[in-house]
T-cell receptor, first 111, second 113 residues
Framework: GENVEQHPSTLSVQEGDSAVIKCTYSDSASNYFPWYKQELGKRPQLIID?????GEKKDQRIAVTLNKTAKHFSLHITETQPEDSAVYFC??????????FGGGTRLMVKP | EAQVTQNPRYLITVTGKKLTVTCSQN?????MSWYRQDPGLGLRQIYYSMNVEVTDKGDVPEGYKVSRKEKRNFPLILESPSPNQTSLYFC????????????FGPGTRLTVT
């Protein structure tokens, strides 16, 4: 089955700096890559996603890039704010319609 | 309000005592699934269901059962819980499988002593 690896597991940045979280996947047939944000004590919620027919997608301060050849995708957060502090999960949807999550990244934004 | 609900939210039980965690969605979603969340391991899928009466194993199905008799409900059953099933459990639903946004329930924190 699909294997999704996510790095780093923890990331600490200063408010206003950028943060980048990277994920790799194993199934070359995977074609949908969402990112979820989980605030402390809350449920995961979708923040952005990308499908395999595009290389980049932006939504205000967040963006996701996809490199299908290398089988990796990344989440970029610019101008980080304290409310960006959370655990972020990447995921990959394979040809069998299964969604596999990465291990998560705890992002801490220091004011 | 569109939502996924789970009950109970917190549960402390003893080894071997059967329990059920309920999950219900009001969005008429075809797809429902159960995940467990453990530190450093992310969200691991236990079981999923593409439609009524159709269920399949995820990555970590051992020790769990599910049923999908109605579209809106997808209960998780632990027939003989063990301490290694102590975890945070999330139910989720989506329009149709993994290619659509997953709507998660609020989570159930289970402790098995």
């Amino acid at each position: 089955g699909e294997n999704v690896e996510q790095h780093p597991s923890t990331l600490s940045v200063q408010e206003g700096d950028s943060a980048v979280i990277k994920c790799t996947y194993s199934d070359s047939a995977s074609n949908y890559f969402p990112w979820y944000k989980q605030e402390l004590g809350k449920r995961p919620q979708l923040i952005i996603d990308i499908r395999s027919n595009v290389g980049e997608k932006k939504d205000q301060r967040i963006a996701v890039t996809l490199n299908k050849t290398a089988k990796h995708f990344s989440l970029h957060i610019t101008e980080t704010q304290p409310e960006d502090s959370a655990v972020y999960f990447c995921a990959s949807r394979d040809a069998g319609n299964m969604l596999t999550f990465g291990g998560g990244t705890r992002l801490m934004v220091k004011p | 309000e569109a939502q996924v609900t789970q009950n109970p939210r917190y549960l402390i039980t003893v080894t071997g005592k059967k329990l059920t965690v309920t999950c219900s969605q009001n969005m008429n979603h075809e797809y429902m699934s159960w995940y467990r969340q453990d530190p450093g391991l992310g969200l691991r899928q236990i079981y999923y269901s593409m439609n009524v009466e159709v269920t399949d194993k995820g990555d970590v199905p051992e020790g769990y059962k599910v049923s999908r008799k109605e579209k809106r409900n997808f209960p998780l059953i632990l027939e003989s819980p063990s301490p290694n099933q102590t975890s945070l459990y999330f139910c989720a639903s989506s329009l149709n499988g993994g290619a659509y946004e997953q709507y998660f329930g609020p989570g159930t924190r289970l402790t098995v002593t």
